[in-house]
């Protein structure tokens, strides 16, 4: 028997994919990534955005047309809004929320009702909050054997009227310190270089349980000292952080050890302070440069993030000029540049979508060209110096090269054809710099 899974969506959706993977294969199925050839196809699907969306529907109305040649069960889970859940009840054989995962061999095993199984499970999982975390009990079958992510924490409290993921993921829910550094360390000890901590709302972590749980700059503080125990090398990220819980000592903590890699991805959404208030943000641009002044004082080698909404509901020419201002000022490594699109369930999806598409798109341009030029100049800097970088795959647009990425997650393309360096640490010198990349030569031992 085989399993195709369509994981769609963010790291989040990834991480709980490589669980679902996990439960599918200890019942005796065997992973591949041919739909066509499997008995058993699922998708880890994504509300946040609405193609993400569509595609779920495109894929489930060809599963379902294969299912007059062939046996065929079919699943879904994931990051998915309570309209969307209903709707997916009638096309799905199954339906299940992550808390559910441990129950999903049964569901398969009565897949004979499974539509009425899963409306149960489903309206059991709203009164069941006490096995909401069960999920994470699960071991990942891991997709790479150099890069993994480690969840902790689930759900969000900030109800941005964007946003629709405090209605798929539920409140915050911080996961247990203890299981996840005794994850981590299994990592280490497995030679993984790369280890991303994942939560809707990661710096929040600790607060839904201020009594019994480390803070999030404490945990940082642990996964430190069990780099420095292990000698080895590897880097520890997380996303996505909140500006509002981005405290200094956070930032102290990073600068202290070697493991903690010198990368903050901080979402501003918008340089507008009338902006913020109606995205419901909470927090002030002045609040956010002062992150930036701490980012730039204790991690001078930082590379920082971001993501901006263009177009939102309401959003004047002056406001994205306001945007464009704190780009320029902070000079941004990267940014995610997205056109606003309402999604059903998020408070603003109830007011007008009167910012035009082309506008929309206008706009975006205007501030990917901004990006660009800090990029570039972030980047320049970088020629004739020498960096450690980790190799992560065949590069996709130079023939003959590899795709590496900095501690700092910059893009290093560098002209050589040795798979065996895929997953391995190296160091290169960076010989030229473009808008979002850089081309580095390996410096021989």
Known sequence: MKCCIVTLGCQMNQSDSERIRSVIEGMGYVLTEVEAEADLIGVVACSVRQKAIDKVYSKIEKWNQ???DRPLITFVSGC?????????LKRFDLLFRMNELPD????????GVTTEFSVRHVLNALEREDERTDFWQVNPVYSSNFEAFVPIQNGCDKFCSFCAVPYTRGREVSRASADILTEIEKLVENDVKSITLLGQNVNSYGLDKPDGELSFARLLKRVGELGNRSGKEFWVYFTS??????TRDVIETIAQYDCLAKQIHLPVQSGDEKMLLRMNRNHSIDAYRT???DIR????????FTDIIVGFSGETDAQLEQTARLM???GFNMAYIARYSPRVGARAERWEDDIPQEVKSERLASLTQILKRTSLACNEAMVGQNYRVLVERTDKRMEGALSARTEGKLLVRIPEESDELIGTFQTVKI?????LSLTGELVKP
């Open 104 to 111: 999903l061999p049964e569901m398969i095993q009565q897949c």
């Open 431 to 435: 010989i030229s710099a473009a808008e």
């Open 241 to 246: 952080p909140h500006p509002r819980d981005m």
């Open 66 to 68: 294969w299912k007059n």
């Open 297 to 304: 004082e204790l991690l001078p080698t930082a590379t920082l």
């Open 80 to 88: 998915i809004l309570p309209a969307d859940e209903v709707k997916f």
């Open 291 to 293: 992150i930036v002044s």
């Open 328 to 330: 320029e000022e902070v």
